[in-house]
């Protein structure tokens, strides 16, 4: 499978600043990432589709002002929570599509647990 | 688009039993069902996964089942381990897509 790495792994901050979370595919070339927000016992919700030198497509209800999305090269995407409030605490995970010939399968990055004062 | 219902949301067995989870979704396009497991504040990890050409996989403990026609999938646990304890996620990909829609999640325990 692939390698999936985020950084932080966990943050705290006050309310009205930004976080800005990195994720890193470490063993190959990512086209597609994929950001998700997990609130404690529930599922995995998808925010947004990272996409390699282009605009990040976002789920509906999701604000693209507020989660800005980046994916300026093929092994980094960042996803900056901005002017941050305590609704916006919660697990962030992110994750690549690996595929090979006509399939393809996603690998979970460590999450970040972000918590906002 | 894509619902995903998952049951049940809790289950609990006895070490050694077998646990079954369920899994419906509405789009029949969809191509791709995959399950996860969950350990508290981790990852969740691939565990086994079914394309829609294909009725049952099994890999040593771990089985999955898809009926195409009633727009289910399951997940089989034979031999449960308290190991296993975990949140446990299925997931379906539409197709033509790279999305994934997760079910709600079923918290399983397995009583030494």
């Known amino acids: 499978g692939a390698v999936v790495s985020q950084h932080p792994s966990w943050v705290i901050c006050k309310s009205g600043t930004s976080v800005k979370i990195e994720c890193r595919s470490l063993?190959?070339?990512?086209?597609?990432m994929f950001w998700y927000r997990q609130f404690p016992k529930q599922s995995l919700m998808l925010m947004a589709t990272?996409?390699?030198?282009?605009?990040?497509?976002?789920e509906q209800g999701v604000e693209k002002d507020k989660f800005l999305i980046n994916h300026a090269s093929l092994t980094l995407s960042t996803l900056t929570v901005t002017s941050a409030h305590p609704e916006d605490s919660s697990f962030y995970i992110c994750?690549?599509?690996?595929?090979?010939?006509?399939?393809?399968?996603?690998?979970f990055g460590p999450g970040t647990r972000l918590t906002v004062l | 688009g894509e619902n995903v219902e998952q049951h049940p949301s809790t289950l609990s067995v006895q070490e050694g039993d077998s646990a079954v989870i369920k899994c419906t979704y509405s789009?029949?396009?969809?191509?791709?069902f995959p399950w996860y497991k969950q350990e508290l504040g981790k990852r969740p990890q691939l565990i086994i996964d079914?394309?829609?050409?294909?009725g049952e996989k099994k890999d040593q403990r771990i089985a999955v089942t898809l009926n195409k026609t009633a727009k289910h999938f399951s997940l089989h646990i034979t031999e449960t381990q308290p190991e296993d304890s975990a949140v446990y996620f299925c997931?379906?990909?539409?197709?033509?897509?790279?999305?994934?829609?997760f079910g709600t999640g079923t918290r399983l325990k397995v009583l030494a």
């Open positions: 994750s690549v599509s690996l595929s090979r010939g006509s399939t393809d399968t996603q690998y």
């Open positions: 063993d190959f070339q990512a086209t597609t």
């Open positions: 990272s996409n390699e030198g282009s605009k990040a497509t976002y």
């Open positions: 789009d029949s396009a969809s191509n791709y």
């Open positions: 079914i394309r829609s050409n294909v």
């Open positions: 997931a379906v990909r539409g197709l033509g897509t790279y999305k994934y829609i």
